[in-house]
Each structure stands twice: as C-alpha cells, then as structure tokens.
Nanobody, 124 residues
Framework: QVQLIESGGGLVQTGGSLRLSCAAS????????MGWFRQAPGKEREFVAA????????HYADSVKGRFTISRDNAKNTVYLQMNSLKPEDTAVYYC?????????????????WGQGTQVTVSS
C-alpha cells in the first residue's frame, strides 16, 4: 500500500520561505513520478510542480515558476518542495502525489496516490 506523508508546513510571513517534504513508502520510489498540488479554501485543487522518476525533468505551474523548486532524493524515498518569496495567495493545503507515469516539461500524469496534506499559511 502506497503511503505518502507530508511535513514542513506552517505559518510564514510574506517573502519568507518554507520547505515541504513528502516521505513515501510502499512503492518503488525511483519508478514513480512525484508531484505537489495545493488547495486553497473555496477553490479547486491545483497543480504546483512535478518531477520525473530520476529528477531530470521538472514541470511547474506558471504561478510558482522562479519561486518554488521541486527535488527528490531517491535514496531517502523523499520529495521536496522549496518555496521562496511566499505570497498570501500561496496559502493552501499542500498535497504530495505519486504515479508510475511520465513527467515532461509541459505535462504530468494523472496522479494515483495522494498524501493527507500539510497546511501552509502566508501572512501579509
């Protein structure tokens, strides 16, 4: 059974930084594309970033390009999301997702496994 557990969320001021982590188990991590999504109150869940199996390809939402960086450590079965220059509109629950599919520079798979989420709140 695939299990994804996010951590690292919290409260930060505008312009600050946070690093989210997602620890994976129950899967062959190095064969899984990984992604981050977020859902703000009253809004639909939206894509944030994705990374290919070995980390060589990444894909970002336009709203976070240049501010957020997704990375992975296959030896630790962990994917990260470094978030810099945070804005109040980044406030959301952030979810980790995994899938055996393919990430390209313009797309990502229909992720099949999801974590429970971690809250990120950016104060103005």
């Amino acid at each position: 059974q695939v299990q994804l557990i996010e951590s690292g969320g919290g409260l930060v001021q505008t312009g600050g930084s946070l690093r989210l982590s997602c620890a994976a188990s129950g899967l062959t991590f190095s064969s899984y594309a990984m992604g981050w999504f977020r859902q703000a109150p009253g809004k639909e869940r939206e894509f944030v970033a994705a990374i290919s199996w070995r980390g060589g390809i990444t894909h970002y939402a336009d709203s976070v390009k240049g501010r957020f960086t997704i990375s992975r450590d296959n030896a630790k079965n962990t994917v990260y999301l470094q978030m810099n220059s945070l804005k109040p509109e980044d406030t959301a629950v952030y979810y980790c997702a995994g899938d055996p599919g393919i990430v390209t520079t313009t797309g990502y798979p229909d992720f099949s496994s999801w974590g429970q989420g971690t809250q990120v709140t950016v104060s103005s």
